[in-house]
């Protein structure tokens, strides 16, 4: 019986991954497999090839010089299998499109329109949740749209929105107090943030003409889904911004506490795993439809907005610092807990 000269092709997919990783943990985690089946497909690929690939003497695994070679030369190979099978697809006629996205913006946003987008379109959506560029240069998806700051410089890309945030909370506090009228009330409230991404507020105080500081802690949640279910109970005040803060505006179960939007420094945009999938008609469709979608909801966003109930107070209406903000530090006009200084409010950093 001759001997099977390929191995098998997870042993081998796993191998590239925890070769491009930077530990065999973070590599299983990117198949969904336990440490011990990941580390099951590396022993296997060494057994079949009768080297070590990896030197796991030290802290940190590594590769060997036989697994430096064997990487350098297999994986332009699987590359070109992907972009076979990717090119098999399209030839096919497939309208599924693989899309990696966040918990946030897929269930705010996304997923109450995939009834839309099929049947206008006939596209079936494959919805993975997370942010991870290595799915897309693996070829585990087709697409992802992301938000926050992009740093996947190696992909290709293209903005679909830049984001702006408002002030909002719950009608009323949970304390019982109506929200701020103006930034100077600001430190007065407890603040809910999203742990990733963690720069919102910076971003919304700098546009404010701050120095983008909080007055206090923010109290933090996982996602943005969770800090707006948070401040929509009446636990703080939040930013809201166009997309996902959707269905809590739809409803009304978050009021703006004072505008304009300000622009923040973050986007969403949409990655391609390849410029070759950025070509597909299907995904093309798929943007325009987006594109379509976003333009409507910024609309619905913006008359929210300016549906303040607040808009007739001069600090609220332009939603800048009032004369007592001076130098990107806010003079609180009432003593805050804890920050009294000479019987008098103190100036806190912003």
Do not use: C
Not at 236 to 246: K, Q
Not at 256 to 268: K, L, M, N, Q
């Amino acid at each position: 019986m001759l001997r099977r000269q390929t191995p098998p092709l997870e042993a081998t997919e796993a191998f590239l991954l925890a070769a491009r990783a930077v530990s065999f943990r973070a590599a299983a985690d990117e198949l969904a497999l336990s440490p011990s089946a990941f580390s099951r497909r590396i022993q296997l690929l060494e057994s079949f090839v009768g080297v070590a690939l990896f030197d796991r003497s030290g802290a940190v695994v590594q590769l060997t010089d036989a697994g430096a070679r064997y990487f350098a030369e297999i994986a332009p190979a699987m590359d070109t299998i992907r972009r076979a099978t990717v090119g098999l697809r399209d030839q096919a006629g497939s309208r599924t499109l693989r899309l990696m996205t966040s918990h946030s913006f897929a269930v705010g946003w996304l997923v109450p329109r995939l009834p839309d987008l099929f049947r206008a379109h006939g596209i079936e959506i494959d919805l993975s949740i997370g942010r991870d560029a290595q799915a897309l240069r693996s070829g585990q998806a087709d697409l992802a749209i992301w938000g926050g700051r992009p740093h996947e410089e190696d992909l290709p890309r293209e903005r679909l929105i830049d984001l702006s945030a408002v002030l909002a909370s719950a009608p009323r506090l949970a304390d019982g107090r109506t929200p701020p009228a103006s930034v100077r009330e600001l430190g007065e409230h407890r603040i809910l943030a999203t742990k990733v991404p963690e720069h919102f507020w910076q971003g919304w105080l700098t546009g404010m003409g701050l120095d983008g500081r909080l007055p206090q802690p923010a109290t933090r949640f996982e996602t943005t889904q969770l800090t707006y279910e948070a401040a929509a109970s009446g636990l703080g005040l939040t930013l809201a911004v166009p997309l996902i803060s959707e269905r809590f505006v739809a409803d009304r179960r978050l009021l703006p506490a004072f505008g304009p939007a300000v622009p923040i420094g973050f986007d969403y945009s949409v990655f391609y795993a390849t410029a070759e999938i950025e070509r597909r008609a299907p995904v093309k469709i798929f943007v325009r439809w987006l594109r379509d979608q976003i333009a409507m909801s910024l609309s619905q966003f913006e008359m929210w907005v300016g549906s303040s109930d607040r808009a007739g107070d001069p600090d609220a209406a332009n939603g800048r610092p009032d004369p007592l903000q001076r130098d990107g530090q806010i003079a609180y006009d009432r003593p805050l807990p804890g920050h009294m200084e000479g019987g008098r409010a103190a100036r806190i950093p912003a």
